[in-house]
Structure formats: structure tokens, C-alpha cells
């Protein structure tokens, strides 16, 4: 059964901060993994998808790792900001149907 | 191109009812998956849907069930509904049942059961 476990659960920082959000997967066979953020009460906006092929993706301010073989994925924020607030969850799509497996998220504070 | 529209938003509703959400996917997307939230558990798969068809279920007791229509819209219904239901449900669509897509989830309904 696959677990998503996402450390720490909890991150807070000074503005301009680059910081990094670690993810871990214990079954390797999967499709792809998607990093999402979900503001308080709000759905979740996908950030980054990387394929299970792919090392890394980026968007902006985000960079996201993946280490299949390891059963990792990192989500790398350069120079933070207040906006950048959220729960980040990511989400690794198991082979075999749509089902996404979520990590329980990590609550990011960026503090002024 | 307008997202993933669920309604309604909120509902409270009372021990032992029955609830109907919706949720509408992106135009043209033909994959809905069902995803419930609690403090407690995270996010849980309840069940995926593409092209009318129930393609994979989660772990949920028979209360949960769901449907999709022939525009792809869906619904997800709960029966005799327990405090224990409270949460936020959010689904997601994708482009096709290609597993390689990427999901994109509503802004969800939040259940609450008194």
C-alpha cells in the first residue's frame, strides 16, 4: 500500500527565504507526482507535475524534484514571500487508475 | 477557460439525511475522481469516474456513491449521514483516463453534519 509522508508538517520563515519542502513515497511504481497548495478552506492549485521519467520541474519561484528510485520529491521555494502561505501537499498517482496518494502536507508561514 | 466548478459550497445538514454534491470538470475534460478531507485522515480517494463509468473505488462504506452524466458532469451522494461525514469533498478532473495528466480540483464543498 502506498504511504506519502511529507516532513515537517509544519515550516516557518523569514521573507526572502529559499526553503525546501520534502516529500517521500514508499512504492516507487508510480505514473507521476504532483505538488499542490491549498489556502485555508480553499481546493488545491496544482503547482508542478513531473512524470515519472522526468528529475526535476520548474514554475517560477518553484522547483520540484523527483527520486523514484529513492521515493522522493523536494519542492524547492527561492526568496520567499508572505503570499507564499499555504499547506503544500503532494500528491503521487498511483499505476492502475486516477487515484492520487496525498502526504498529509506541509502548513508553510512566511513571516514580513 | 473556466475550472473545476463544485456546488454548492456549503451545506449543513442534519444526522440521518441525505446529500447531493456536484461538480462540474473542465470543458472538454472526461475524467472525475471524488477526494473526501478531514483534519484527522487528509485527503481520501472515494472513487473516480470516466465516461459514465465507475472506473476505481475507495475504502468508503456503501453510503458514498456517486455517478457521472453523459456531459461529464458528476454527482456524489451520501446517505443516512453521520457526524463523522463532516468535511470538505473535493474532485478533480483530468483531460483524458491518461495517467500521465494532470488533475485540477474545485475549490470543494464543505459538509458539515450536525
Known amino acids: 500500500k502506498q504511504e506519502v509522508t511529507q516532513i515537517p508538517a509544519a515550516l516557518s520563515v523569514p521573507e526572502g527565504e529559499n526553503l525546501v519542502l520534502n516529500c517521500s513515497f514508499t512504492?516507487?511504481?508510480?505514473?507521476?507526482l504532483q505538488w499542490f497548495r491549498q489556502d485555508p478552506g480553499k481546493g488545491l492549485t496544482s503547482l508542478l507535475l513531473?512524470?515519472?521519467?522526468?528529475r526535476e520541474q520548474t514554475s517560477g519561484r518553484l522547483n520540484a524534484s523527483l527520486d523514484k528510485s529513492s521515493g522522493r520529491s523536494t519542492l524547492y521555494i527561492a526568496a520567499s514571500q508572505p503570499g507564499d502561505s499555504a499547506t503544500y501537499l503532494c500528491a503521487v498517482h498511483q499505476g492502475g487508475s486516477e487515484k492520487l496518494v496525498f502526504g498529509k502536507g506541509t502548513k508553510l508561514t512566511v513571516n514580513p | 477557460k473556466a475550472g473545476v466548478t463544485q456546488t454548492p459550497r456549503y451545506l449543513i445538514k442534519t444526522r440521518g439525511q441525505q446529500v447531493t454534491l456536484s461538480c462540474s470538470p473542465i470543458?472538454?475534460?472526461?475524467?472525475v475522481s471524488w477526494y473526501q478531507q478531514t483534519p484527522g485522515q487528509g485527503l481520501q480517494f472515494l472513487f473516480e469516474?470516466?465516461?459514465?463509468?465507475?472506473?476505481n473505488k475507495g475504502n468508503f462504506p456503501g453510503r458514498f456513491s456517486g455517478r457521472q452524466f453523459s456531459n461529464s458532469r458528476s454527482e456524489m451522494n451520501v446517505s443516512t449521514l453521520e457526524l463523522g461525514d463532516s468535511a470538505l469533498y473535493l474532485c478533480?478532473?483530468?483531460?483524458?483516463?491518461?495517467?500521465?495528466?494532470?488533475?485540477?480540483f474545485g475549490q470543494g464543498t464543505r459538509l458539515t453534519v450536525v
Open positions: 513531473i512524470q515519472s521519467s522526468q
Open positions: 512504492d516507487s511504481a508510480i505514473y507521476n
Open positions: 478533480a478532473s483530468r483531460s483524458s483516463q491518461g495517467l500521465n495528466t494532470e488533475a485540477f
Open positions: 469516474y470516466f465516461s459514465e463509468t465507475q472506473r
Open positions: 470543458s472538454g475534460h472526461r475524467s
